[in-house]
């Protein structure tokens, strides 16, 4: 009897271990592929992808104008604000440069304005990265951000008025559809 209870005690750890392990690799795997039907549907029903990338720029722009208003003791709001940009720029950040600007290379032949806009991308993360390793008190701090911003602000012009509209032209619905499920997908790894 013993021997029986050793088993199906093992066999319920097992079962246990299993539907933990499945029910992790659920969370990680069901959120993008659900991201990526609802952002193909999306774009199906009319909705323009072009529009919800710009929407993310907002919601930065909202929240560098924050950070560059904050006073130089608010040094908790700062790394929060700052903690809060990262993570939408890095969800941002992916779902362009492995969506967007492929397709801006390869579909409206504009190789060199996604070579800049890559450009501007490793910008931003250089000056992200100084910002998480100064104190948040240092004089200085408050000029990276404005630099930062400033970066940041001319690459959603140049995106907005230039590349986005270019390569809306050289998409067929069907391209429309895949760009907006695709990006949908890659800023639900991310967030």
């Known amino acids: ?18 539907g933990a392990a499945l029910a992790v690799i659920a969370s990680r795997l069901l959120p993008p592929l659900v991201a990526q039907v609802a952002g193909s549907a999306r774009a199906r029903a009319g909705r323009d992808p072009f529009d ?3 929407d993310d720029h907002r919601r930065i722009l909202a929240l560098l104008s924050e950070m560059v208003r904050t006073p130089i003791d608010a040094t908790v709001r ?22 967007v600007y492929p397709m801006l290379r390869d579909d409206a032949h504009l190789e060199e304005d996604a070579r800049r806009l890559y450009g501007d991308h490793a ?30 602000t001319e690459h959603i012009r140049q995106e907005e008025t230039v590349d986005f509209p270019r390569l809306r032209h050289a ?7 895949s760009l907006s499920g695709n990006v949908a997908r890659e800023k639900a790894l991310l967030l």
């Open 1 to 18: 009897m013993a021997r029986s209870d050793g088993w199906l005690s093992m066999q319920g750890m097992a079962a246990f271990a299993g």
């Open 52 to 54: 919800a990338l710009a």
């Open 78 to 99: 700062r790394t929060q604000l700052l903690l809060r940009l990262k993570r939408r720029l890095a969800a941002h950040a992916v779902a362009e440069e492995d969506v």
């Open 123 to 152: 910008e931003m993360k250089m000056h992200l990265f100084a910002l998480e390793r100064m104190a948040k008190d240092d004089p200085r701090w408050l000029a990276v951000a404005h630099e930062l911003k400033h970066v940041v």
């Open 171 to 177: 998409l067929d619905e069907r391209a429309v559809v």
